[in-house]
């Protein structure tokens, strides 16, 4: 099952008065997401990604840096470039157009990756706990 | 009409010493007539004898006439029957002396060929014919002519060249050669005398083009393992075999009977081949009849059927599936084993199919029925048609295997055109949509869809949108008609797929899209021809 992997609803990004500066897929010297290529409908030679892999580094006009992980175990489809040369996408359309990657996971994993994540409404009660506790 | 002369007599001879059968002994002797192959294996026995004891006689006399005197030559004309006097010497290396007539007036049981084992002995007579012909007629096939194929057990071949080397032998020491193709090949003889008998009792020609094949494999257990010995002489020849068969094939044989030299074959093969004390065996007799090939063109009314059977896991999720709506009909009237079916291009589970239809063909494998008129075509089509409301079928009708290649240069090449219902998220007003109707020849990027790119490779590919036309229904929806190349991904088109698709109608309209509805107006694929129904 194909994963396209966004900014969360409540990432510090998609708050007001953020500029993004910059967004840079090159995550390591001898990594970057950018030179992912893929082959073949089991799309060989992709980047495998564990949970804690990190997809891009963002940086915002006050001198921030985020890094936004992968969140899931799969192979590296593809990233999207829209957001390089438009990064107000990333901001506008976070969970449409301007998406981070497109990530699949290994056939048999497929199930426990889906119920490793959060429902929408999951996520809403998250959320309400973090403001209440604050 | 070739006959057997003076010169064939101590060939003639040996073989029969050595315990081949008169046709056999035929082949070997170049003898061309099929007539001759015909004729009761009793009359030819006694023929063949007729024919040695006149030679002996004349035994001494060199005699290179063009026209030998009629006693020397094998008699067509006998009528009188001749007493049961088929004795063999089961002779190995050494070949005995001439026939005395004693041996010759004894009965005995008929002893099976060394050659032939019994091919063109038992499995030409009325026996083994009406057993065919059974099996054929209880299979309820329809046909015109048929093809008679039969598959020999490979230890034959290496029998035949025991022969053919042991008349050489014999042949050069009276001075004379014996071309190894000149020697009437079994299976051929073996068709001469068993077709005319099949033709007659099953009331149709022989025909080597005809669909209809009746095939016999013959095997002879006994004589299993005398290809062994090609293995260790000619291992090259002999590839491990990929399913359970043995390597032995016929083919791989024969071409290790090839690279063999004439002495290490003579040294593990004994020559003459001995008696067998068997005789073949048919193992099967099977009939198959060539795929007979179906066209048409569907339409899909439901939004809920998908092309081809929706399976995962051995657990079915959609009901049904527009193939077997309408092979469903076919296989019941073809009475065939099974069917592919194919199409030129698809549509997805929730789209309809209008206008035309989209052609498709069906090939019938093994189907018992081949001959159909234009009526009962249209029968079959009408009840195809009463049995569902989510597809129709038009146009059907029997076509050629060369005729899907067209259906499929269509998939690739015609255009298409669509019918989208489109939703917008920000209101639009008639005047917001009409440059729509004036964009011509709109070039598309399309990455691979995220709802197929689990199965599909990730490409890019280029599209044209030829024409679109746009009709407004109110400040969220609009109906949108495209005219497009084939291999275009509409809805993509109309929501843009996360902008993998550029430019798209959400782009052009900077507005958020998506599409409700989708329906196939027409495939621009002039066949299969229009049939007047």
């Given at each position: 099952r194909i994963c396209v992997i966004t900014l969360a609803e409540a990432h510090p990004l998609l708050q007001d008065g953020k500029t993004i500066t910059s967004i840079n897929y090159q995550i390591s010297a001898n990594c970057s997401r950018l030179q992912n290529?893929?082959?073949?409908?089991?799309?060989?030679?992709?980047?495998?990604?564990?949970?804690?892999?990190?997809?891009?580094?963002?940086?915002?006009s006050d001198g921030e840096e985020y890094t936004i992980y992968s969140c899931i175990r799969g192979r590296l489809i593809e990233v999207n470039e829209n957001i390089l040369s438009n990064p107000a996408l990333l901001q506008e359309k976070p969970s449409t157009e301007g998406y981070i990657a497109v990530v699949l996971p290994k056939f048999e994993e497929s199930k426990s990756v889906t119920q490793g994540l959060l429902t929408q409404k999951e996520y809403e009660e998250v959320l309400s706990k973090r403001l209440n506790s604050s | 009409m070739s006959s057997l002369t003076e010169k064939d007599s101590p060939i003639v001879q040996l073989l029969m010493n050595t315990g081949t059968c008169p046709r056999c002994i035929l082949r070997f002797c170049c003898v061309g007539s099929q007539e001759l192959y015909r004729r009761p294996y009793k009359e030819l026995m006694r023929d063949l004898r007729e024919f040695l004891k006149n030679n002996e006689e004349k035994e001494g006399t060199v005699c290179f006439d063009e026209v030998d005197p009629p006693c020397k030559r094998i008699r067509l004309e006998h009528t009188e029957e001749g007493p049961d006097d088929l004795n063999h010497n089961g002779a190995l290396?050494?070949?005995?002396?001439?026939?005395?007539?004693?041996?010759?007036?004894?009965?005995?049981?008929?002893?099976?060929?060394n050659l032939c084992l019994g091919i063109l002995q038992e499995f030409c007579e009325s026996d083994f014919v009406r057993k065919v012909c059974q099996k054929v007629n209880s299979a309820d096939y329809q046909f015109t002519s048929f093809v008679f194929s039969v598959s020999l057990p490979p230890q034959l071949s290496v029998r035949e060249r025991a022969a053919w080397l042991l008349v050489k032998q014999e042949m050069g020491k009276l001075g004379l050669s014996l071309a190894k193709d000149d020697i009437i090949q079994l299976k051929e003889a073996y068709k001469w005398i068993i077709h005319p008998q099949l033709s007659e009792e099953l009331g149709v020609p022989a025909d080597g083009k005809s669909l209809f094949e009746v095939s016999v494999v013959f095997a002879h257990p006994e004589t299993e393992e005398e290809c062994c010995f090609l293995a260790t002489a000619c291992p090259d020849c002999f590839?491990?075999?990929?399913?359970?068969?043995?390597?032995?094939?016929?083919?791989?044989?024969?071409?290790?009977?090839?690279?063999?030299?004439?002495e290490d074959f003579l040294k593990h093969f004994p020559c003459p081949p001995s008696s067998p004390k068997n005789l073949c065996v048919a193992l099967e007799i099977q009939c198959n009849n060539g795929a007979i090939f179906v066209a048409g063109r569907y339409n899909k009314y439901s939004r809920n059927l998908p092309q081809t059977p929706w399976i995962i896991d051995g657990e079915r999720k959609l009901e049904s599936s527009v193939e077997e709506l309408i092979s469903e009909h076919l296989m019941a009237e073809f009475k065939a084993d099974?069917?592919?079916?194919?199409?030129?291009?698809?549509?997805?589970?929730?789209?309809?199919?209008?206008?035309?239809?989209?052609?498709?063909?069906?090939?019938?494998?093994n189907p018992r029925r081949i001959h159909f008129t234009a009526e009962e075509m249209k029968g079959l089509q009408q009840t195809i048609n009463n049995?569902?409301?989510k597809i129709q079928v038009r146009d059907l009708q029997l076509v050629t295997r060369s005729a899907i290649g067209r259906m499929k240069e269509g998939e690739e090449e015609k255009t298409k055109t669509y019918s989208a219902l489109v939703w917008t998220d920000e209101a639009i007003q008639k005047e917001d949509i009409a440059f729509l109707d004036g964009i011509k020849e709109l070039k598309l990027d399309q990455k691979t869809p995220l709802r197929v790119l689990h199965r599909r490779p990730l490409a890019v590919r280029c599209r044209i949108i030829h024409t679109m036309?746009?009709?407004?229904?109110?400040?969220?929806?609009?109906?949108?008609?495209?005219?497009?190349?084939?291999?275009?991904y509409i809805k993509e088109f109309v929501h843009g797929d996360f902008g993998r698709t550029k430019p798209n109608?959400?782009?052009?309209?900077?507005?958020?899209?998506?599409?409700?509805?989708?329906?196939?107006?027409?495939?621009?694929?002039?066949?299969?021809?229009?049939?007047?129904?």
């Open positions: 290529k893929v082959s073949g409908k089991s799309k060989r030679g992709a980047q495998f990604l564990t949970e804690l892999a990190p997809l891009c580094r963002i940086s915002s | 290396q050494q070949i005995p002396s001439a026939n005395d007539e004693n041996t010759e007036m004894k009965n005995s049981v008929l002893k099976i060929c590839k491990p075999a990929k399913n359970k068969q043995s390597v032995f094939t016929r083919m791989a044989v024969i071409k290790a009977l090839e690279k063999i030299k004439e099974s069917f592919n079916f194919s199409s030129s291009g698809r549509e997805d589970v929730d789209v309809r199919t209008l206008g035309n239809g989209r052609p498709f063909a069906i090939e019938l494998v049995s569902s409301d036309k746009s009709e407004y229904i109110d400040e969220h929806h609009f109906r949108l008609y495209l005219k497009t190349q084939a291999g275009s109608i959400g782009s052009l309209l900077n507005r958020t899209t998506d599409i409700l509805e989708l329906d196939v107006e027409s495939v621009d694929v002039d066949w299969p021809p229009t049939l007047d129904n």
